[in-house]
C-alpha cells in the first residue's frame, strides 16, 4: 500500500472498495486516472495502485492472490509496453479483469493492446482500447458489472449515459478560421 497513487472513497469498513485500479508504472497514471475519474463521477469506491508485473512480482502475486479476500469485485488493470500485468493477474484470480492498454512513445500503444489482448483461451481479460478512451471505458464497464446487482449503481450509469446522450449537438458548432 505504500506506492498508492491516490485512494477514493472507501468501501465498507474493513473491507477494500469493489474496484481496484492497478497499474504498472506512476507514469501509467496519466491514462488510468480517466479510470478513477468516471468511477468517482458515478459515486463508485475504487482504490489505485502501483503493481508491476516486472518490477514488483512478488507485489503482484501477494495483491491478486489477495484481492477477493479483500473485498474487491472488479479489477482494472492498465500498462503499457510488454502490458503483462492484467493478464497475470487474471492467471491468479476469478475476479473480472479489465485491460487497458497505455500508448507507449515507441509503438503507439499497439504493443500494448497485443500484449494484453491476446490472452490464451482460459484465461480471460476484457480488453478495452489503447490511451483515454479505453481507461474511461474500463471504468464504465466495471460500473456496469457492479450494476447487475446494485441499483444505485445501475441509476447512476443510466443517467451518467442520459447525460452524454443530451450532450451531443445536433450540428457541429463553427470553428475560427
Ligand atoms: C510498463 O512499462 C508500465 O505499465 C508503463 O506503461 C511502461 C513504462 O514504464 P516507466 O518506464 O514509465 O516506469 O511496465
Redesign the pocket.
Known sequence: MSEEVTTAKAGPSGSAPPVAIV??????WATMRHTAAVLAELGVAHEARIV?A?RTPERLYSFAKGARAAGFKVIVAG???A?H?PGMIASLTTLPVLGVP?E?HALKGVDSLHSIVQMPGGVPVGTLAIGRAGAVNAGLLAAAILALSDPVIDAALVAWRRRQTESVAEAPAELPE
Do not use: K, P, R, T
Not at 497499474?23 to 501509467?28: A, K, L, P, R, V
Open positions: 497499474m504498472g508504472s506512476q507514469s501509467d508491476s516486472h500498462a503499457g509496453g502490458a500485468l497505455v507507449s
